[in-house]
């Protein structure tokens, strides 16, 4: 599926984020750069919203395999990938006569640099975990003690390292997924569909009572608006 996936990102994303500052910029009068800004932001499109489509037992029903993987890839590679339009617009606006060189750093070291260690990092972890199994030293009731701290622990160095940690958490979930047993991954699958539930809405919650609307008012309806 890497075609589809790559006309998506590559086409779909660079349509977007067009469509989107030239709105913002002809039909809301914002300064070209703060619209790249926001178009950026927006930009990608959200994993959440592709949830109920690609998870559980009527999605795995009614939707084809095909459509529900690419849907995936797409909805997890895309938010990493809208850090490079966000830095750009950022650098543009910060610091213009450095903006190249800096950009240069975030595409080479925090966006390839992470999906690699994303791809080591996780078959690495797969391999540790299919280890642990065939040894008997792992029971079912474990799956959730190994697959949550993988992901702070891969998010963690990330950040550490300065890397963009969407990116490498996702292409490090990938591959375990892909190590892993197709028994032990059914397994994965059914907790990360518990976590979800449970987790989501709290933590949407919490992000509504952090958002600076009052900030944003003050900036003007256009800034609010967005």
Same mark, same amino acid.
């Given at each position: 599926?890497?075609?589809?996936?790559?006309?998506?990102?590559?086409?779909?994303?660079?349509?977007?984020?067009?469509?989107?500052?030239? %709105?913002?910029?002809?039909?809301?009068?914002?300064?070209?750069?703060?619209?790249?800004?926001?178009?950026?932001?927006?930009?990608?499109?959200?994993?959440?919203?592709?949830?109920?489509?690609?998870?559980?037992?009527?999605?795995?029903?009614?939707?084809?395999?095909? %459509?529900?993987? $690419?849907?995936?890839?797409?909805?997890?590679?895309?938010?990493?990938?809208?850090?490079?339009?966000?830095?750009?617009?950022?650098?543009? *606006?910060?610091?213009?006569?450095?903006?190249?060189?800096?950009?240069?750093?975030?595409?080479?070291? @925090?966006?390839?640099?992470?999906?690699?260690?994303?791809?080591?990092?996780?078959? %690495?972890?797969?391999? *540790?975990?299919?280890?642990?199994? $065939?040894?008997?030293?792992?029971? @079912?009731?474990?799956?959730?003690?190994?697959?949550?701290?993988?992901?702070?622990?891969?998010?963690?160095?990330?950040?550490?390292?300065?890397? @963009?940690?969407? %990116?490498?958490?996702?292409?490090?979930?990938?591959?375990?997924?892909?190590?892993?047993?197709?028994?032990?991954?059914? @397994?994965?699958?059914?907790?990360?569909?518990?976590?979800?539930?449970?987790?989501?809405?709290?933590?949407?919650?919490?992000?509504?009572?952090?958002?600076?609307?009052?900030?944003?008012?003050?900036?003007?309806?256009?800034?609010?608006?967005?």
């Amino acid at each position: 599926n890497i075609r589809w996936v790559a006309v998506i990102i590559g086409l779909g994303m660079a349509a977007m984020l067009a469509v989107s500052t030239g %709105v913002l910029w002809a039909g809301l009068d914002a300064p070209l750069l703060v619209a790249l800004l926001f178009a950026a932001v927006i930009t990608p499109t959200d994993p959440v919203v592709t949830t109920p489509i690609v998870t559980g037992p009527l999605a795995q029903e009614r939707i084809p395999q095909r %459509v529900r993987h $690419n849907l995936s890839a797409e909805s997890g590679i895309n938010d990493g990938l809208g850090h490079m339009f966000v830095m750009l617009a950022v650098l543009l *606006l910060t610091s213009p006569a450095t903006a190249a060189q800096d950009f240069a750093v975030v595409v080479l070291w @925090e966006i390839l640099g992470g999906a690699v260690f994303g791809l080591v990092l996780g078959f %690495v972890l797969g391999r *540790l975990f299919v280890f642990v199994r $065939n040894r008997g030293l792992m029971d @079912e009731s474990s799956y959730l003690v190994f697959l949550v701290p993988f992901s702070l622990f891969v998010l963690g160095v990330a950040t550490l390292l300065n890397m @963009e940690g969407l %990116v490498t958490v996702f292409l490090a979930a990938a591959v375990f997924g892909q190590v892993i047993p197709q028994r032990d991954e059914a @397994e994965e699958d059914k907790i990360d569909d518990a976590v979800n539930q449970l987790l989501l809405l709290p933590v949407f919650m919490l992000l509504g009572l952090a958002l600076p609307i009052e900030q944003w008012t003050q900036q003007g309806w256009v800034v609010a608006a967005v």
